[in-house]
């Protein structure tokens, strides 16, 4: 029995270990596109010099922010803000790991008194580089799909890792997900197919 409680709580140690690591990739991105959203004045330009500097050696992501797309199905809002590549992406088993990945910005939001059930955060990827990955991380992703009730909005950022890497080659991007009007146990509802593609360079 002892052993046994010993193999659970060894076990959940490396859970909680390995969820910590995972959150780093999302969390510099949003770090970073929270620095670039900071207005900089001019009164202390001696000290303004050094953070600038550092958050650029710090910013693993290459930005397209005009890799925009926006849809309204039927009262549900949906757009992707912007999309990221980076090849020096931290890993779930490893936070100083330099892999390749690939992410959105996704928004969605319910302006009905209905309900939506869309799962952008399952949607796959395919790169103009000869990619296909079927799944983003689901560790480092937001998680923003399903159901969506009135009034709400979803929004965070989903990642994808590459099988062969090169994500800065990479000119454009096309996501495949979809979803209905309707509660998520609603299998009468006619499926909504989207295949968005986005240009990057």
């Known amino acids: ?31 970073n596109d929270g620095e670039k959203a900071e207005a900089k004045t001019g009164s202390d330009a001696g000290t303004e010099e050094k953070p600038k500097e550092e958050a650029k050696e710090e910013d693993i992501w290459t930005y397209y922010n005009d890799a925009t797309w926006s849809e309204d199905y039927n009262g549900l809002k949906m ?47 395919v790169t103009s580089t000869g990619e296909q990955i079927d799944m983003p991380d689901m ?14 909005i979803k929004e965070g950022n989903i990642i994808w890792y590459l099988e062969r890497g090169h994500a800065e080659e990479i000119e454009w991007i096309k996501l495949e997900f979809s979803g209905h009007q309707g509660p998520e146990d609603d299998f009468e509802s006619e499926m909504k197919e989207y295949e968005v593609e986005l240009q990057l360079k």
């Open 79 to 125: 757009e992707i803000q912007k999309a990221v590549v980076s090849d020096r992406a931290p890993t779930m088993e490893d936070e100083n790991a330099k892999a390749s990945a690939v992410g959105v910005k996704f928004k969605m939001e319910n302006t009905t008194d209905g309900k939506f059930t869309f799962y952008p955060d399952q949607a796959v990827l």
């Open 139 to 152: 560790w480092v992703s937001d998680n923003i799909g399903g159901e969506i009730d009135k009034g709400v």
């Open 1 to 31: 029995m002892k052993k046994m409680v010993y193999v659970l709580i060894t076990g959940f140690m490396v859970l909680m270990l390995a969820a910590c690591g995972s959150d780093s990739a999302l969390e510099e991105l949003d770090q």
